[in-house]
């Protein structure tokens, strides 16, 4: 008896398992899968464990992804609080007339698509469907054709009307990191 029933992993009615009587191997098997449930069911395996496993082995710009985060909100998030966050992220700063019925609705509409698109974080990659590596040139080529953010928003927003050194920023942002994860996915 002893040894096995003072296990502190295996509870009373499964001691029938760790039992001198049995052979040691049903124990052993018993306190596998009693450690197998308790990281299956504690999120350790299926979250934080299976995320690094599968950064590092599917996703190549993984290394990448601090340095982007981080010079993301020290460079361009600040350009692109004017101009992008109230349509592409959970900071949406609703103007008065979000109260009035039918504006509210369009808004709204107008907000859920921007953001099932490209939703802005602190941390990269973005939300949204487009994979990492595109995410960054897509932004440009919007802001180049002078689609994002959307004429009507910029007509009301002054503020979101991009300077040449503004885009300057961005673009150099963009295509740098761009460039970093065109290099990573040919090795
Ligand atoms: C007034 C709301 C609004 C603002 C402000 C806005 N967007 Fe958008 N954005 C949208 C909507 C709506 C869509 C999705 C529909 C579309 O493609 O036109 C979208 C789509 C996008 C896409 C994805 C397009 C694609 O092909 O998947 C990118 C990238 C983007 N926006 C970047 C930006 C950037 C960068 C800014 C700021 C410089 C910005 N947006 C400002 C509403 C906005």
Known sequence: MGLYTKSPFISDKNLGSCNPDRPAVTCLLMHLHVLWRFLFYSGLWTGSIGDIYAQETKDPFAPLYNEISESYVLKVKPIFIEKCLDCHSQETRYPWYHVIPGIG??????????????EFRDTFPFGGKKKPYKQLASIKRHIEKGDMPPKSYR??????????????IVFEWADFYTNKMKALNKE
């Open 105 to 118: 609705y369009m808004m709204d509409q107008h907000i859920r698509d921007g953001l099932k698109d490209i």
């Open 155 to 168: 007509w009301l927003h002054p503020k979101a009307r991009f300077s040449d050194e503004e885009k300057k």
